[in-house]
């Protein structure tokens, strides 16, 4: 697995970005994982965003909701991070992960730096 996320940059508040990261390593661990977007903030937690099963199942933390919307396409192996509406609040590294419970494995990729001006 080598999870690739691009999309990043900066943009005024209200504007939107879309973030994508894509799974470079053959697609079977993409094809049967749980995939998510995180983002952190310098001396804060990394915190959940929202995330997507294999089956097309999205779940959203409470507050990008309706603002923010996941999605995956198993065929380029990739998921995106669509954002509307963007705060400076929303200012911070965003990272994708990939995931499967019962396989027992958790994949990083390395951050895509969003940075909201107002």
């Known amino acids: 697995v080598q999870l690739q996320a691009s999309g990043g940059g900066l943009v005024q508040a209200g504007g939107s970005l879309r973030l994508s990261c894509v799974d470079s390593?053959?697609?079977?661990?993409?094809?049967?994982?749980?995939v998510a977007w995180y983002r952190q903030v310098p001396g804060k937690q990394r915190e959940s965003l929202a995330d997507?099963?294999?089956?097309?199942?999205?779940n959203y933390a409470d507050f990008p909701k309706g603002r923010f919307t996941i999605s995956r396409d198993s065929t380029t192996h990739t998921v995106y991070l669509q954002m509307n509406s963007l705060k400076p609040e929303d200012t911070a590294v965003y990272y994708c992960?990939?995931?499967?419970?019962?396989?027992?494995?958790?994949?990083w990729g390395h951050g895509t730096k969003v940075t909201v001006s107002s």
């Open positions: 997507i099963t294999n089956f097309n199942r999205a």
């Open positions: 390593g053959g697609g079977f661990h993409f094809s049967i994982s749980t």
């Open positions: 992960n990939l995931r499967n419970k019962r396989a027992g494995w958790d994949f």
